[in-house]
């Protein structure tokens, strides 16, 4: 099976502080993606990535940015964290297929709480 | 742009009574389908999907989703729950080699 492991699930932090969350996953697959998921909202996507070194606006990119140095992870970085951006974070990968439909496996989530 | 409707946010039922978890889409061309469900401190995880073939697909405990093209819909269904079904489920939906669009999910609480 397919595992997606994000590194920390829980941290606190503060305004203005720099945060990396971390995501690896271990199965080879080109597509990764960072989402947030918030009550009443579901999951939006944040950025995502096809390749090494390529990445793509989601939905909500606004404060966030990624990296994709490795085919096996992606990271999120909150350059300057603000109150509006505690959430839990989700990451997912897939591997890009024939269908054409991508089936996401997900990590357990990092919940962030900017204080 | 494709989007998904999850018109429940919670949807309390009791231990073996049937259950529907209602989710529309919009889109102008042909779609792929997800159900997703997320219990409690986890991540999510695909419960079933419709990629073409026959619109009735089937979960490993016992779910079952119809894809409906004239209603658009992609409700999911359960004859008889269980306590271990209490999660959270989001429909999603793709037009394929893109990103998937969820729903705001439902919540699924089954009490004894």
């Known amino acids: 099976d397919v595992k997606v492991t994000q590194s920390s699930r829980y941290l606190v932090k503060r305004t203005g502080e720099k945060v990396f969350l971390e995501c690896v996953q271990d199965?080879?697959?080109?597509?990764m993606f960072w989402y947030r998921q918030d009550p009443g909202l579901g999951l939006r996507l944040i950025y995502f990535s096809y390749d090494v070194k390529m990445k793509e606006k989601g939905d909500i990119p606004e404060g966030y940015s990624v990296s994709r140095e490795k085919k096996e992870r992606f990271s999120l970085i909150l350059e300057s964290a603000s109150t509006n951006q505690t959430s839990m974070y989700l990451c997912?990968?897939?591997?890009?297929?024939?269908?054409?439909?991508?089936?996401?496996?997900f990590g357990a989530g990092s919940r962030l709480t900017v204080l | 742009a494709q989007s998904v409707t999850q018109l429940d946010s919670q949807v309390p039922v009791f231990e073996e009574a049937p259950v529907e978890l209602r989710c529309n889409y919009s889109?102008?061309?042909?779609?792929?389908l997800f159900w997703y469900v997320q219990y409690p401190n986890q991540g999510l995880q695909l419960l079933l999907k419709y990629l073409s073939g026959s619109t009735l697909v089937e979960s490993i405990n016992g779910f079952e989703a119809e894809f409906n093209k004239s209603q658009t819909s992609f409700h999911l269904r359960k004859p008889s729950v269980h306590i271990s079904d209490t999660a959270e489920y989001f429909c999603a939906v793709t037009l394929g080699f893109q990103k998937l669009v969820f729903g705001t999910g439902t919540r699924l609480l089954v009490s004894p």
């Open positions: 889109s102008s061309v042909s779609v792929y």
């Open positions: 997912a990968s897939s591997f890009q297929g024939t269908t054409g439909a991508n089936v996401l496996t």
């Open positions: 199965m080879d697959h080109e597509n």
